[in-house]
């Protein structure tokens, strides 16, 4: 016959092993769902980076856009310069 001690340890031995096995199961589902949330939260990132491109490109269109008429305008600047000087 088994003494108290044996089915003390015998019972606390079972349920710490059944305790660690449903924890390590709520771990492997939180990990999952970890990796589902990561996923979404790559394909949202992705879809930032379309619409920030998507406004970016007419602002740095537009700016070009810009800086070429200012340098229109120092070239036109620069010739009036050089006629005023011929006509001096």
Do not use: C, H, W, Y
């Amino acid at each position: 016959m088994a003494d108290p001690t044996q089915i003390l340890l015998t019972v606390v031995v079972t349920t710490l092993t059944v305790l660690l096995v449903i924890i390590g199961i709520q771990v492997f589902l939180i990990l999952k769902e970890t990796q589902k949330t990561l996923s979404r939260f790559n394909k949202i990132l992705d879809d930032i980076e379309i619409v920030t491109d998507s406004v970016i490109k007419p602002i740095r269109e537009a700016s070009n856009f810009l800086s070429g008429l200012k340098k229109g305008t120092d070239v036109i600047k620069l010739v009036a310069r050089f006629f005023k000087e011929d006509e001096e």
